[in-house]
């Protein structure tokens, strides 16, 4: 598995534990056992479950190996960013922001913008591969928000889990056997007639403890794919409060 496969899911954590963390860096020096937090998921099924609960996000939102092989794609995007935190992580002046974002759905990291920030405008390419700054977290966290239905089947490790609620669920993770580590992110996916609609997520590249909710809703569809319309990330330990949010106004796809 590359690294970048990896990071494809795992920046989600990442985000969700850098905006959470900015005033306690000190603890994450003590990364030990102690630290870890686990997803409380329950008894693992199997293999075979989680396969079929991919299959039938696949149906839904299209095929990843499609997706993998479309040209570059457009998106216009209205983010709100309430939490404090999450602002200066992605350097941002205001709340709200207006984002255009480009990029191959095939190529991890490579973007053309424009950010709109108040009366400010920033736009350019960048390459986060090489240089991940507060806008090329902004970008990458973006579209792994809105990419997650189609990049979910490249984490080697899953397994089903009983639905809740009528919503099914399946269990990823990087490492075998699934034991809280340093090492690897845990993560739950929920879809519901398909459509991917709740991720939890452990967030370890920043902080072992975290644990943070994304939720999806509503449906935009492009050349036989179905992305979400709203995006956003919870911090279930301050009550749930919103930490960012982002709503697709328009996407297309363009020549490469």
């Known amino acids: ?19 959470l963390l900015l005033g306690v860096a000190a603890l994450v020096v003590f990364r030990t056992d102690l630290l870890l937090a686990s997803l409380d998921v329950g008894p693992l099924g199997s293999e075979a ?7 039938e996000v696949g149906a839904f939102h299209g095929a990843p190996e499609r997706w993998a092989s479309q040209p570059a794609i457009e998106m216009k995007l209205r983010g709100s960013v309430p939490f404090t935190p999450a602002r200066l992580a ?6 709200d922001v207006l984002l255009t974002l480009r990029f191959e759905p095939g190529v991890h990291g490579v973007y053309d913008y424009t950010l709109q920030d108040g009366d400010q405008t920033r736009r350019g390419r960048v ?17 792994h928000l809105f990419e997650l239905p189609f990049v979910a089947a490249s984490v080697p490790y899953r397994r089903g889990l009983p639905s809740v609620a009528g919503r099914r669920r ?8 699934p034991t809280a580590t340093s090492a690897y992110d845990q993560i739950v996916v929920w879809h519901e007639g398909g459509q991917v609609v709740r991720m939890d997520t452990t967030g370890r590249d920043i902080a072992p403890f975290i644990v943070a909710r ?7 569809e492009l050349g036989g794919f179905v992305l979400p ?13 919103v930490v960012h949010a982002w709503a697709l106004i328009s996407a297309e796809f363009t020549p490469k």
């Open 1 to 19: 598995m590359t690294p970048i496969r990896r990071g494809v899911l795992r920046a989600l954590g990442f985000l969700c534990a850098l905006v």
């Open 49 to 55: 479950d989680a396969q079929h609960f991919l299959d």
């Open 214 to 220: 994304v939720e999806w809703d509503g449906r935009v």
């Open 90 to 95: 992605f350097g941002l002046e205001e709340s």
């Open 127 to 143: 390459d986060t591969r090489q240089d991940r700054d507060a806008t090329g977290l902004v970008l990458d966290s973006v579209r």
């Open 170 to 177: 399946a269990f990823f993770t990087w490492g075998d056997p």
């Open 229 to 241: 319309r709203r995006a956003a990330v919870y911090n279930d330990g301050r009550d749930g409060a």
